[in-house]
């Protein structure tokens, strides 16, 4: 995506975003709901920063859930 290369202001506009999002989720979110939000952001992020270093891991995460299962259908997207 286009706005992850980007630096300086717009660095201060994504954050703000965050920010903002992050707000947005917890109005009226009970803290054991916003408590697995978290833990699901905190490990969509985590896995996000490993395909970054190593791309072909989430070039074989893609063919994983295309390749049904012995047994199984594929995972659509």
Known sequence: ?????KSGAD??????LAVATAIWIAQ???????SQLAAFFT????ILALFALQPELAERAVDLLETP????????R
């Open 11 to 16: 660095s201060y506009q994504l954050l703000m």
């Open 28 to 34: 009226d979110t009970d803290s054991d709901t916003l």
């Open 69 to 76: 299962p012995s047994g199984g259908a594929s995972v659509s």
């Open 43 to 46: 490990v969509l992020g985590d």
């Open 1 to 5: 995506m286009s706005f992850c290369k």
